[in-house]
């Protein structure tokens, strides 16, 4: 069956920098969009990245552009998200999904697969 496991979240100061990893697995992805999304305590999911698998086209929330970097690695079947420059406000459970509809790539309910989702934590 369909996985996708998180890894790579933690606590960090301001100003520092997490990398996480989505380890896919149970079909071919080379059709489909990555995403990471996150959601904090008190407040809706949100759409933070994307890129389209085989392409490589990448797309981000205005939020984190210029931070944070998504990129994939074929022969591992695993995405990254780069997180630099953290902020407190980046503090959320960070989820990877998989959606097979790239057009709509920035909507949750459109991605079929989502893995455990990973704690990430930015003190001041």
């Known amino acids: 069956q369909v996985q996708l496991v998180e890894s790579g979240g933690g606590l960090v100061q301001a100003g520092g920098s997490l990398r996480l990893s989505c380890a896919a697995s149970?079909?071919?992805?080379?059709?489909?969009?990555m995403g990471w999304f996150r959601q904090a305590p008190g407040k809706e999911r949100e759409f933070v990245a994307a890129?389209?698998?085989?392409?490589?086209?990448?797309y981000y929330a205005d939020s984190v552009k210029g931070r944070f970097t998504i990129s994939r690695d074929n022969a591992k079947n695993t995405v990254y998200l780069q997180m630099n420059s953290l902020k407190p406000e980046d503090t959320a459970v960070y989820y990877c999904?998989?959606?097979?509809?790239?057009?709509?790539?920035?909507?949750?309910?459109?991605?079929?697969?989502w893995g455990q989702g990973t704690q990430v934590t930015v003190s001041s």
């Open positions: 890129i389209r698998w085989s392409a490589g086209y990448t």
């Open positions: 149970g079909r071919t992805f080379s059709s489909y969009t």
């Open positions: 999904a998989a959606t097979s509809r790239w057009n709509f790539y920035y909507s949750g309910s459109q991605y079929d697969y």
